[in-house]
């Protein structure tokens, strides 16, 4: 690699071509997390020692190295696509609940349950499909390559899919409509001091989240694995 001195409009010039990569995971995601320029310097500075301002194209270093830098920013450009998507299925998901628990008019559930049905079974399938699990996978094997933040990114998508796999995919998705038809049923019950109304729904839940508990950590006690989901170690 050809050096040049590191002055602003060299910094200036390097950035500009640096585009093209950092347009591909240059995304807000649920988190509002981006990619780090000072990173990307670094990690340029790490692979060829020295920075030039010519796109990776035109680099002079081995193709090797060409393959690993477009490669993981290819990787990073499709965690943040599947991140955007995840949030969008949570946001239209939590969405439909704050309708629920506000606005909505009553007896309106059923409909709100078909939609919550329908959008929970593609959040599953696409946090659990064979492309998520593989590329989540090779992120995690090349974290010393990504930021910390997107390492701790991948390891918490891993850890929740880790769960959700293991859950049926009717089980999962027949819970998130109990949790809807139960908040309406509160909602009644409670106007009316009729806790008897509301007990079935109660039941369903806490059995639901015993057998949930018992698939993704069976062999701890089901308060233990339940209160592992929210504060892992303890």
């Known amino acids: 690699v050809s050096g040049h001195t ?7 010039r390097f950035y500009a071509n640096m585009s093209f ?11 509002q997390i981006f990619f780090d320029v000072t990173t990307a310097k670094r990690n340029i500075w790490s692979l060829c020692g020295v920075i030039d301002y010519r796109p990776i194209s035109q680099l002079l270093i ?12 290819a990787k990073l450009a499709e965690l943040a696509e599947l991140q955007r998507k995840l949030y969008a299925f949570r946001y ?20 709100r349950s078909e939609a919550l ?3 929970t079974g593609y959040m599953y399938d696409l946090s659990t499909k064979a492309e998520t699990i593989e590329l989540l996978e090779y992120l995690k094997e090349h974290k010393d390559e990504i930021t910390p933040h997107q390492a701790r990114e991948v390891e918490l998508l891993l850890r929740d899919n880790e ?42 839940i806490i059995s ?27």
């Open 6 to 12: 590191a002055d602003s409009k060299f910094a200036y």
């Open 21 to 31: 990569m950092l347009n591909a995971v240059y995304w807000y995601n649920v988190n």
């Open 62 to 73: 081995s193709a090797q190295v060409k393959g690993i830098l477009y490669n993981n920013y």
């Open 92 to 111: 239209a998901t939590s969405s439909i609940y704050l309708d629920s628990a506000t606005v909505a008019p009553k007896d309106t559930e059923e409909g």
């Open 117 to 119: 049905g329908i959008l």
């Open 163 to 204: 769960f959700m796999k293991t859950i049926p995919a009717e089980e999962y998705i027949a819970y998130s409509v109990l949790l809807n038809d139960a908040q309406a049923v509160w909602e009644k019950a409670k106007n009316e001091n009729d806790f008897g109304a509301f007990a079935p729904y109660l039941e369903k």
């Open 208 to 234: 639901y989240n015993r057998e949930f508990a018992g698939y993704y950590n069976p062999d701890m006690a089901p308060y233990d694995a339940l209160l592992n989901e929210y504060e892992e170690g303890m």
